[in-house]
């Protein structure tokens, strides 16, 4: 692991582009082969100390021979690689040790274990390409593959360069929505266009992205909107005059506190008939003597 000369961060030492910042690190991305610096420091040393003896190439390469096999002699007997010769990582152990270093932040697009042998990642408005056989992290610039494509690249401004990037049901294509141009400083002031990359091929083609049709509510007409507003003042009217008039509540009392109940009253006499009033007798006339 090495740090990147431009943002600090550890990285490995055979990339070429930092997949912090995105740019070159200048490292030597060739790793040096063991046999060809072993013969040249053996030469170095005979030629140091042994500058005077004549075939002093011969004599290293004689003893360099020696050392390797007798370094292969004990690597058999204890079946472990020797002078470096390890077993290579496969594209998945490559994709996987790439995916746990990526950028924070970055969203995974595609990755394919197969003769693609690549991931994709979008980051800040940057796709990037790893590939896990060359070990080379590129930046797919739409630009760079078409002439006419037209994207609006900014650090600074959060909506810039490519928005989202997705892989098509089929595998084969990543589609691409990019920013075309920025008309002006609020959320949704800016123009937006289309492109499908063949991962296959790497050739970039332009995309119409199918627009989603939002779904336009109904407007009432003037006479039922009328209505129903009649009708919600209404019922508010209602429930105000229901509020504001005085509203007789129930007190219950307990059994022990209500009054006995009175006596139920007697019936009133009934006035008896009278019998119809009878002429009184006519005095008896004394008869004359």
């Not at 997949?19 to 170095?44: I, L, Y």
């Not at 040393?45 to 190439?57: M, V």
């Not at 594209?91 to 274990?113: L, Y």
């Not at 990019?178 to 995309?207: C, F, I, Q, W």
Request: net charge negative; proline share 8%; hydrophobic share 35%.
């Amino acid at each position: 692991m090495r740090r990147c000369p431009t943002c600090e961060e550890e990285i490995d030492e055979h990339l070429e582009v930092c997949p912090w910042c995105g740019r070159k690190t200048g490292f030597d991305t060739k790793p040096a082969n063991p046999v060809v610096a072993m013969f040249a420091k053996a030469k170095d040393f005979f030629s140091r100390y042994f500058g005077n003896i004549k075939h002093t190439h011969l004599i290293a390469g004689a003893a360099i021979a020696v050392c390797i096999l007798a370094g292969g002699i004990v690597g058999c007997l204890n079946k472990k690689p020797i002078l470096g010769f390890q077993q290579a990582l496969g594209v998945t152990e490559v994709i996987d040790s790439f995916a746990a270093v990526m950028p924070q932040g970055a969203k995974v697009v595609a990755r394919f274990n197969d003769d693609r042998h690549c991931i994709y990642y979008l980051c800040g408005g940057h796709l990037m390409r790893f590939n896990a056989v060359s070990k080379m992290l590129d930046e797919v610039d739409p630009r760079e593959m078409d002439n006419d494509a037209t994207i609006y690249y900014n650090d600074r401004d959060d909506i810039s360069g490519i928005l989202e990037a997705e892989l098509d049901n089929e595998e084969k294509f990543i589609i691409i929505k990019a920013v075309s141009l920025r008309t002006g400083k609020g959320e949704d002031e800016y123009e937006t266009v289309g492109y499908k990359l063949n991962t296959h091929s790497l050739n970039l083609l332009p995309y119409k992205i199918p627009v989603v049709k939002k779904e336009t509510a109904k407007t009432d007409s003037i006479r039922r909107t009328w209505r129903k507003r009649q009708k919600t003042e209404e019922s508010e009217n209602a429930e105000a005059e229901a509020a504001a008039a005085p509203q007789m509540h129930s007190v219950e009392t307990p059994l022990e506190e209500q009054p006995s109940a009175a006596p139920a009253p007697k019936p009133a006499a009934q006035p008896t008939a009278t019998p119809a009033a009878q002429p009184a007798p006519k005095p008896s006339t004394p008869p004359a003597e």
